[in-house]
Structure formats: structure tokens, C-alpha cells
């Protein structure tokens, strides 16, 4: 049975930004409803192959019955250990979409979304030991501090740490709706979702650590990816899309590009084109768009 997700995003740019060889490997690091994975399968010949990670087990119903595919269900910061699992040395092109998966916003009891009440979770795996609540009632004052500034853009990060440590003495908070009661006050009727949002992004990739897991995602790339291959990579988050842009610039996070003893730059990958973001129409189409970018670079 195949759950329900929407539209991949910029699925088309994204995959062509692979520039695909009809019997080249390719690996999508996040295959959710399988839409880009498919379109991949499609401009693959018969000796082409493709491998997909997800570490939400729910993913797994929509794998693809396909001889060229295998899903692996694991997470992506994991992806030379399992590439080179199953035999697979270097690849043509990897593409990730860091977005959170439409079914998992729908899922109420996931916790996600802020439509819903629920347990506070958030995981996008179960097997993850750290979930929101862990989060919202173990964290101290400067911890949620930082997760709010950092991950929600929430200017108001101070006061709703110390208002959610305040509301923690008397009794923890359990679920989606306890946390937006705790929290009422910085949530103003004309941009109470907006707001709520930015808050529930920011536990989220806290839970999840991923900021953590996209740097030593794209740190692994250059050593498993071909000369030529291409990384076509979708953000959603300034922050997730700053660590593409450096990565693909510097090689590093940080600091400036390493140079040889002759003093040429030395990276791992060239830029290919600019910043591609979705038309309006696939933003009226598929509103998850609505703040997706895509980088596409080549390994040199």
C-alpha cells in the first residue's frame, strides 16, 4: 500500500540537475513518496541503478518493484558505510531533498504538524532516542534558548525559554497543544501559525540533529562521487541551504577554501548554473514549495 505524499518538489530541475547516464549509479538520500526516485528510474537504462535511503519506516511501503532499485532503510549520514555495504564504490550523481515529507506533516500522531494535538515526538525515526518532549522538558534555559534562535529564526527565543523552564517546575509538558498553551503569549492571532510553525521547525531539527546529519552527509559526498557526478541538492531552511552554498564554494563549512602548494583553490565541487527556486505555478500547485531551493554542483 502506498501512503500518501504529495508532489516531489522541483522534480524535474532537480533530476536534471543529475544529468543522467543511462547506466550510471545514482543515489537519492531521501526518497519519501519515491517522486524523484522514480523520475530517476525513468532516464535509467537497463544497466542503470539506483539506491534510496530512508530512515522513517513508514517510507518503505512505497519502495518501487524495480531490479535496478533498492531502499535502504537507514539515515543518510550513513551513506558511504552502506554504499560500500552493497558493493557500491563511487556513484554518478546524488540528489537530497531536506525537506520534512508531506505524509509525516499529515500523520497527526508524528507530531509534526501544528494542525494537529499530539504526543510531543516529532522523530523521523523511531528508533531515535531524542524526541520533542526530551527537548521541551530536559533541555536548561540557554539549550532551548539556541534551538529557538537558531533553528526558528524567533526573535522572542529568551522569553519562550524561560516561560516554557517556568511552566516546566509545576508539571512537564506532554503534548502539541500543552506546548502552544505554555506558549500562547508570542503567538498573536495574525500570525499565530507562521509563528507556531518557526517554533515546531526548530524542536524538530533539534530532534532529528539535522543540521548535524546534512554536514556529514555533503563531507562524505566528495569521496563516494565520480569525477563528473553531479549533487543536485532541494533546502527549505536558510540555514540547511548556507551549508550547501559554503560547501559547494569552500569544501568546508567555515573559513575559507584549503589551497594547494602553489596556491590554487583546492574544493571538491564546481557550481552548475545559479539558485534555481519553483515557479509560481508549482508553488499554487504544491504550497511545500513555496521556500525550496535547489544547488546543483560537479565533482571536479
Known sequence: MTMSYHNAVLLKESVDGLSIKPDGVYVDVTFGGGGHSKEILRRLGDKGRLLAFDQDEDALKNSIPDDRFLLINQNFRYIRQFLKFYGVTKVDGVLADFGVSSHQFDKAERGFSTRFD?????????????????VVNTYDYDGLRKVLFAYGDLRNANAMAKTILAFRETEPIKTTAQLKEVLATYLPKHREHKILAQIYQAIRIEVNQ????????LEQVPEI????????????????????????????????????????????????????VPSRVEIKENNRARSAKLRIAERI
Open 225 to 276: 562521487m565520480d569525477v563528473g557526478g553531479r549533487l543536485s541538492v532541494i533546502s527549505y531552511h536558510s540555514l540547511e541551504d548556507r551549508l550547501v552554498k559554503r560547501f559547494v564554494r569552500a569544501g568546508r563549512f567555515e573559513g575559507e577554501p584549503e589551497k594547494d602548494f602553489y596556491g590554487n583553490i583546492d574544493v571538491p565541487f564546481k557550481k552548475v548554473g545559479g539558485l534555481i
Open 118 to 134: 499530539a504526543d510531543l515526538d516529532m522523530r523521523m525515526s523511531k528508533m531515535n532516542t531524542l524526541s520533542a518532549y526530551d
Open 210 to 217: 539535522e543540521v548535524q546529519v546534512i554536514k556529514e552527509f
